[in-house]
């Protein structure tokens, strides 16, 4: 079966090997749009946890769901980001210094979230009311949402124009899940 990189099949012996830890030989194929598409995936993720927090349901096992619910979207966002601050950013300025300053402003960014992250975190820990972490989820989607746009904008060109070998992002990073 063809490997699965960056957004679309690559025939087998295209010279497609699978990249967790930095192999290399990766193919660079629509990779903007592969960004967007995560992005998508990573919305789903918080719309699905604020769906969980009806505050007429009040079950043990509600509760309990609410939990998962909340530590997936720190668990999916976070591993999102350290993946791009690990990989793709350090590819982006080393493949276009030019935009440097917008691959700055985006670790500023992940280093906002990861913030608003831990602070879930600590509520969820603490037991906080649907009402609090309904809060603090959407402090997490404005921030988010309006750095998803910002990445969008900046990388999405230059990212789906790259050819070549790409950034030795693990397989997690694009394959569906």
């Known amino acids: 079966m063809p490997a699965r990189l960056y957004g679309g099949r690559v025939p087998d012996g ?7 830890g930095g192999a290399t030989g990766h193919r660079v194929a629509a990779l903007g749009s592969e960004l967007r598409r995560l992005h998508g995936r990573i919305r ?19 509760a309990d769901d609410l939990v998962l619910r909340c530590r997936a979207v720190c668990t999916t966002l976070g591993t999102h980001h350290r ?15 030019s935009l440097g300053p917008a691959v700055e402003r985006l670790e500023q960014d992940h280093a906002m979230i990861g913030t608003l992250l831990a602070d879930l975190e600590r509520v969820l820990r603490e037991g906080a ?23 969008e904008r900046e990388l999405v060109a230059v990212l789906d124009a790259a050819t070549g070998e790409g950034p030795p992002l693990p397989e997690r990073f694009w394959l569906d899940g």
């Open 83 to 97: 993946d791009e601050d690990d990989a793709l950013f350090p590819w982006l300025r080393r493949e276009h210094p």
């Open 44 to 62: 789903d993720v918080l719309d699905d946890a604020r769906e969980g927090l009806d505050p007429t349901a009040g079950t043990a096992s509600l």
């Open 14 to 20: 295209e010279g497609a090997s699978r990249h967790p």
């Open 129 to 151: 009311v649907a009402a609090v972490l309904l809060r603090h989820l959407e402090g997490v989607d404005a921030i988010m949402e309006s750095h998803f746009r910002y990445e």
